[in-house]
């Protein structure tokens, strides 16, 4: 379990909703969602019971059909999994929520009845998607979790001291030194290159072979364009997606839709670039005439750049055609001795 900067925010959550909201957790896939939750309840509660809606049973999933006996659902709850609960000391965590819309949409009276926490875990792109016929509950704070960020990253190398000195250093406007700041950019080019994502960092903990956290990240890749494939099966999402290196790299103002997507406008494409963006996958940037206060009322949402949500899938992405068995790019990117145009990397 890697320390997570969102494991505060949820702590937060507890102490000051006091029962009163159930927490969704949304994010992409792989960011370590579930992990995190399940950390925080095992830490900050009595007992909790884990729904992973992923492997739970038909049975487990009904329950939720039905409302009119909540004391019904608490007990065959405790007795699949074997954990009594208790009043306010105990959790009851959603996972993969989106699975079981029914539960996401129990939400609303299991917050009234009072007796218990709710924490949801949920994949962005399905979220959004699977809420057909069912009330989305009110009574549901929302907080979203990205990749590890590079502090993140360095506390998970069991470095805690580089990035307060960098802050220090900052703070009192003095300058670093050369022979430091040569290490502390080869520092973040190696962050560039494996990413936030858990599984990523884990893989280059344990091996320090750049090449295995690569095939780490083209998997993930696969899972996400598997994903857009069932939302979007002509393709289109896909094919924006792994563009996003190219638009990058011809340095030009805005992402050319026509150039990916033959003969189409990006105001033909304004629901895809939305789904992008709720997958979690994507940030984009927006052309905005006027950058003043109320500057989203001046966003033109056919100008626009896209970005992956992680910089180490970026790299991955860009060099996607090639099969990497051995170090040498990630090597040459690493001694920042790699002639590219790739702005974002660096």
């Known amino acids: 379990m890697f320390k997570r900067k969102i494991y505060d925010r949820i702590l937060e959550w507890k102490n000051t909703s006091q029962g009163k909201t159930a927490l969704l957790i949304e994010g992409a896939r792989r960011v370590g969602k579930s992990t995190v939750v399940e950390e925080f ?21 009904e329950l939720f059909n039905d409302l009119s006996d909540i004391n019904y659902i608490f ?14 000391k105990s ?19 299991l917050v009234k009845d009072g007796r218990y926490d709710y924490i949801e875990t949920g994949s962005l792109i399905s979220i959004h998607k699977n809420v057909k016929n069912i009330l989305i509950p009110s009574e549901e704070r929302k907080i979203h979790m990205y990749p590890m960020d590079y502090e993140e990253f360095k506390w998970a190398l069991d470095d805690y001291v580089s990035i307060n000195i960098i802050k220090q250093f900052y703070d009192d406007k003095k300058p670093i030194g050369q022979g430091l700041h040569r290490k502390l950019m080869r520092d973040f080019r190696l962050y560039m290159l494996v990413g936030g994502m858990p599984q990523a960092v884990t893989t280059y903990i344990e091996t320090n072979d750049l090449s295995k956290v690569d095939k780490v990240k083209r998997d993930i890749l696969t899972l996400y364009e598997d994903d857009f494939r069932k939302i979007d099966p002509s ?32 105001s033909q494409i304004l629901e895809q670039i939305s789904e992008l963006k709720d997958s979690g996958t994507v ?18 949402l056919e100008k626009f750049k896209l970005f992956t949500a ?3 899938l970026f790299i991955t992405l860009a060099f996607k055609d090639k099969q990497f068995t051995e170090n040498d790019i990630y090597t040459r990117i690493l001694n920042d001795k790699l002639q590219t145009n790739l702005g974002y990397v660096y």
């Open 283 to 300: 940030n984009v940037a927006y052309n905005v005439n006027d950058p003043g206060v109320g500057m989203a009322q001046f966003k033109n």
């Open 75 to 88: 007990l065959q709850l405790q007795l699949t999994y074997q954990t009594s609960l208790v009043e306010r």
């Open 310 to 312: 992680d910089t180490g």
């Open 91 to 109: 959790c009851i965590v959603f996972d993969e929520v989106q699975l079981c819309p029914q539960a996401r949409q129990a939400i609303k009276a």
């Open 235 to 266: 393709g289109r999402l896909s094919a924006l997606f792994d563009a996003i290196p190219a638009q990058l790299m011809g340095n030009t103002s805005r992402y050319k839709v026509s150039s990916v997507l033959s003969g189409t406008r990006p």
């Open 41 to 61: 309840v095992k830490r900050e509660y009595e007992s909790y019971i884990l729904v992973d809606f992923y492997t739970a049973s038909q049975a487990t999933k």
